[in-house]
């Protein structure tokens, strides 16, 4: 069985304050993204890589970065955490952008 | 750009019947992969279908879709909704990179 596992699971940040969301994927896949998802909204791709040590922006990258340090690894950080930026963040893997994507369980993030 | 559209931000159905989620697709590519993804309430995405292959049609649980490259479309059916069908539902393009639609919400009521 796939599994995609994220840290921490939840969240409180201050304005301002630096987070790290954490992933790690025990499924060899190549590709792993980071997304987020609004309450009552859909998943906007932030962040993607298919390769360690290199990442791609997704649709909405602006406030975020993304380090893929290994195949299993893939971490999202808000360097300067807005209130905008309150969110579940979710974390998936998949063989190439043709396989099925699995996703972790999100981390609830909230910055007040 | 490509790009992932599905009409209906809200579906609100009786239990009992037919559900047709509607997605069309933009794309540059003459081979994409199309996805169905589910989402229930206070739970991750999975996936519920996945097709590359022109006019046939592809099932799980109940659901079916073909993709239709003629028309960009990738339809989302089922012949009679369930109490447990309620769930968000995006549809997906994976060519060069993954792009997802804005979401379906389907309501099944009594």
């Known amino acids: 069985e796939a599994a995609v596992t994220q840290s921490p699971r939840s969240k409180v940040a201050v304005t301002g304050g630096k987070v790290t969301l954490s992933c790690h994927q025990t499924n060899n896949h190549d590709y792993m993204y980071w997304y987020r998802q609004d309450t009552g909204h859909g998943l906007r791709l932030i962040h993607y890589?298919?390769?360690?040590?290199?990442?791609e922006k997704g649709d909405i990258p602006d406030g975020y970065k993304a380090s893929r340090p290994s195949q299993e690894n893939f971490s999202l950080i808000l360097e300067l955490a807005s209130l905008s930026q309150t969110a579940v963040y979710f974390c998936?893997?998949?063989?190439?952008?043709?396989?099925?994507?699995?996703f972790g369980p999100g981390t609830r993030l909230t910055v007040l | 750009g490509d790009s992932v559209t599905q009409t209906e931000g809200l579906v609100t159905l009786t239990e009992g019947l037919p559900v047709m989620l509607n997605c069309t697709y933009q794309?540059?590519?003459?081979?994409?992969?199309l996805f169905w993804y589910v989402q229930h309430l206070n739970e991750s995405p999975r996936l519920l279908l996945k097709?590359?292959?022109?006019?046939k049609r592809t099932e799980h649980q109940g659901f079916h879709a073909t993709l239709h490259k003629s028309s960009s479309s990738f339809h989302l059916q089922k012949s009679s909704a369930q109490l447990s069908d309620s769930a968000l539902y995006y549809c997906?393009?994976?060519?060069?990179?993954?792009?997802f639609g804005d979401g379906t919400q389907l309501v099944v009521k009594p």
């Open positions: 097709s590359f292959t022109d006019n």
């Open positions: 890589s298919y390769v360690a040590d290199s990442t």
């Open positions: 794309t540059i590519y003459s081979n994409p992969f």
């Open positions: 998936a893997s998949s063989v190439g952008t043709a396989g099925e994507q699995y």
């Open positions: 997906a393009l994976g060519n060069n990179r993954i792009f």
